[in-house]
């Protein structure tokens, strides 16, 4: 069974650091891209940034509100994608989800978790 | 960016009757590769999204044939054939022709 769990939300201040971890199993975690999505209070799903398997380059694209900001990675060894977020914002403040990106799309999702940027 | 645009935004729908969400998007989804990576997600009251069709479609595993999804280009439709109780949610499109990945504002499904 795919599982996806999220770790690493909390209350941060503004201009902090954060990093959260996806940990993965029940699937070859080294095989598939990563994607990071968020949900702000009430409102609906903002793609924040997506990281390619290790056979295609490994490489990173992320929406333009987090570029420069935040940084995904993978440790394929231990199945784990890591979103790290530097300086960040109130209006970061959301449920930070990771999935799955395979040809069928953001197949599997985990249960997300939730940041808090608040002084 | 590919911009989605979803109508309706609110849908009371009676039980075991059909429901119809459109999704429009700002350009042609279709990729250099031949598909179209348009994607329906369902997300339940305090539940994460779910993928349930995805490349316009293709439903994924685990859903109901009540689900149906439809387009092409730039217009793409998802219909409930019979709405059910455990349908209630809010329902987003979402391409992954082209970075940014893009979601539609959402559509609640709600029974009346």
């Known amino acids: 069974e795919v599982q996806l769990v999220e770790s690493g939300g909390g209350l941060v201040q503004p201009g902090r650091s954060l990093r959260l971890s996806c940990t993965a199993s029940g699937f070859t975690f080294g095989d598939y891209a990563m994607s990071w999505v968020r949900q702000a209070p009430g409102k609906g799903l903002e793609w924040v940034g997506f990281i390619r398997s290790k056979a295609y380059g490994g490489t990173t694209e992320y929406a333009a509100s987090v570029k420069g900001r935040f940084t995904i990675s993978r440790d394929d060894s231990k199945s784990i994608a890591y979103l790290q977020m530097n300086s960040l914002k109130t209006e970061d403040t959301a449920v930070y989800y990771c999935?799955?990106?395979?040809?069928?799309?953001?197949?599997?999702w985990g249960q997300g978790t939730l940041v808090t940027v608040s002084s | 960016d590919i911009v989605m645009t979803q109508t309706p935004l609110s849908s009371p729908v009676t039980l075991g009757q059909p429901a119809s969400i459109s999704c429009r998007s700002s350009?042609?989804?279709?990729?250099?590769?031949?598909?179209?990576?348009l994607s329906w997600l369902q997300q339940r009251p305090g539940q994460p999204p779910r993928l349930l069709i995805y490349k316009i479609s293709n439903r994924f595993s685990g859903v109901p044939d009540r689900f149906s999804g439809s387009g092409a280009g730039t217009d793409f439709t998802l219909k409930i054939s019979r709405v059910e109780a455990e349908d209630v949610g809010v329902y987003y499109c979402m391409q992954a022709t082209q970075f940014p990945e893009t979601f539609g504002q959402g559509t609640k499904v709600e029974i009346k």
């Open positions: 999935t799955r990106e395979a040809a069928a799309g953001l197949d599997y």
């Open positions: 350009q042609s989804l279709v990729h250099s590769d031949g598909n179209t990576y």
